[in-house]
């Protein structure tokens, strides 16, 4: 039988100091001490919404009927995040030849089957605990050790909230810089507006990827990687996250209001089909791709609505390539991770370890497709206006096909662990071509 996760993270680990007065058992709190986590929250992210659809079915109002309904939900209990250092002290206590029980103030299926899962030797409510009440619990109170609630010493820094908000993932945003550029404005206000732009979007998008790892949470835990996130480690709570959404959101809304009434329906419009995606769309195959090209290149839209210049549809047509290829790129990593691994098929996509060979094909597909429009443009009228030395900008094509192959190669090798574009700014070849592409337009400006 394959050993759990939390005994293979404490493997080789140094055990804490055992109890003062070795009591013959040892009561441990379930939520607050052994769980970093809600168990009514992590019952009810489960499966969110086949939850929430059974208590809109039961048809009766209140809390009450949502705990009993979440009460009988399936949980995942071998990739909850259970705090180590209690854990240590459990696997100590049981070296000493103690018994182990978890106190449970409600859930007590949950806190059984967790009880079972670890191998300790029951469960005990809070009437158990309490003297004098007339209780019976299967030991002596008085010569009991207790781990009670710890959360009041566990603090969310700010590394945590970096980390959860993914701000590493805002250099996406710094696409909707790309229409100011190319359309050459880059007077204060147009930069004022872009940078204004880029804020709303980076809200947005923080709010919508902690909402995703909220819904992915039973998936992540089980990710060789994403199991290390704040929300599926239990390092962020998920009623901070809950409380975190909208206030991001509201914030996004305000910056833009500032900016223009297009802008916010163009950044509702991200908002929603980010949602979409999050919900059901990433479950399906290539539609999920051709979503994340679309979100991608609406990015680039809201920065032409925010500077206020015309869209070139040269640009948004080698976009929507040039995504499409990246978010290809990235389903070809993420498979030939899980098969350089030996895990299965991914159960929250809709792609086989199989299909990698069609993957590649589309996504050096769309790379090639993009260069050719990309040489399309070169060779058109509409680059004479903007350029005075639009030959230079020949120079980009084997630059591109360069960034491209490359890009595929390094996927193929599996050493590519992020996102294709995040990779970039990475990797160091990738940074110099970057380099070079960037003073290439600015030469032939």
Known sequence: MEQPQWQRDLAGSEPLPSLSASPRALVIDLEGALLRSNLLLEALFSRPGRMLARFGAGGQAGMAPLTDILARAKIDYAHLPY???VLNRALAARARGERIYLAAGRFEAHAAAIAAHLGFDGVVTSADLAAGDGAAPPFDPRSTGHIADQRASR??????????LRVYQYAKNSLVFV?????????????????????AFSACASGAYLMNDLLDLAADRQHPTK??????????????????????????LAASLCISGIFVAVLTGYLVTTVAYSLFLKKKMLLDVVTLAGLYSLRIVAGAVGVGVVLSEWLLMFSLFVFTSLALIKRFSELTLRQGAGLSDPANRDYRIGDLQVIAAMAAASGMNAVIVFSLYVSSSAVMSLYSRPWMLWLLNPLLLYWFGRA???AHRREMPDDPILYTFKDNASRI?????????LAAI
Not at 189 to 198: D, R, V
Not at 229 to 242: E, F, Q, V
Not at 434 to 441: E, F, K, P, Q, Y
């Open 83 to 85: 705090d180590a250092d």
């Open 155 to 164: 603090q969310v820094g700010w590394r945590i909230w970096l980390r959860a």
């Open 179 to 199: 229409p100011l550029v190319t359309a050459h404005q880059m007077s204060p206000s147009a930069l004022g507006a872009a940078l204004l732009a880029f804020l």
């Open 227 to 252: 199991r290390h996130r704040p929300l599926a480690a239990g390092d962020l709570p998920i009623a901070s996250a809950l409380v975190a959404i909208p206030l991001l959101w509201l914030s996004a």
């Open 408 to 410: 595929l190669m390094m």
């Open 433 to 441: 071509t970057v380099v070079a592409m960037i003073s290439i337009m």
